[in-house]
Nanobody, 123 residues
Framework: QVQLVESGGGLVQAGDSLRLSCAASGRTFSNYGMGWFRQAPGKEREFVAG????????YHSDFVKGRFTISRDNAKNTVNLQMNSLKPEDTAVYYC????????????????WGQGTQVTVSS
């Protein structure tokens, strides 16, 4: 089992920055690829960014590329999402997720999920 707890969400204005963190506990964190997803009201959960076990391979969806950066610290069992230049359309609940092996864009591929953290961006 892997337990995931997100933090760092909040209410900000357009153009501001937030840093989300996801703390993992349980099995060996470095065995897992990690992903950040988000879900806005009435919309499907969408893939935001992914990172492989070492942090050497990352992927950012086009709608956040250049604004968001995923990173991980295996010594601290954390994965982070630095979000800059936030837009109102970034408003959603953000979830981190873990899957054995490398990251995937498909939310059904992930075995473990955090409870989510709300990000609200006002215009």
């Amino acid at each position: 089992q892997v337990q995931l707890v997100e933090s760092g969400g909040g209410l900000v204005q357009a153009g501001d920055s937030l840093r989300l963190s996801c703390a993992a506990s349980g099995r060996t964190f470095s065995n897992y690829g990690m992903g950040w997803f988000r879900q806005a009201p009435g919309k499907e959960r969408e893939f935001v960014a992914g990172i492989n076990w070492s942090g050497g391979s990352t992927y950012h969806s086009d709608f956040v590329k250049g604004r968001f950066t995923i990173s991980r610290d295996n010594a601290k069992n954390t994965v982070n999402l630095q979000m800059n230049s936030l837009k109102p359309e970034d408003t959603a609940v953000y979830y981190c997720a873990a899957k054995y092996g490398t990251w995937s864009r498909g939310y059904r591929d992930y075995n473990y999920w955090g409870q989510g953290t709300q990000v609200t961006v006002s215009s």
